[in-house]
């Protein structure tokens, strides 16, 4: 079974950083990509960031320049490290792991940005 466990989330000021972290366990066919989105209260899921095998990452416009993903190495783990924050940025966050035909969540990790 495929678990994708994450980690890193917590209470910091505006302006402070924190890194998030996924891990996925299990037996995985072939990630094609891994992400993070996430859901604030009465808000639809939004994608934040996303890595695919082969590097490539895409951002979406209200974190570029402040959050950076990495990772997808053969222990198919990836970070989230997140700069300058903002009350705005108070969330779920949630990993994202995709393999041909299907995709994987994980829990979800509180992040909350004081102002």
């Known amino acids: 079974q495929v678990q994708l466990v994450e980690s890193g989330g917590g209470l910091v000021q505006a302006g402070g950083s924190l890194r998030l972290s996924c891990a996925v366990s299990?037996?995985?066919?072939?990630?094609?990509?891994m992400g993070w989105y996430r859901q604030a209260p009465g808000k639809q899921r939004e994608l934040v960031a996303r890595?695919?095998?082969?590097?490539?990452?895409n951002y979406a416009d209200f974190v570029k320049g402040r959050f950076t993903i990495s990772g997808i190495n053969a222990k198919n783990t990836v970070y989230l490290q997140m700069i300058s924050l903002t009350p705005e940025d108070t969330a779920v966050y949630y990993c994202?792991?995709?393999?041909?035909?299907?995709?994987?969540w994980g829990q979800g990790t509180q992040v909350t940005v004081s102002s």
């Open positions: 994202n792991a995709q393999e041909p035909g299907t995709q994987y």
């Open positions: 299990g037996s995985i066919f072939k990630i094609n990509a």
């Open positions: 890595i695919s095998s082969g590097g490539t990452t």
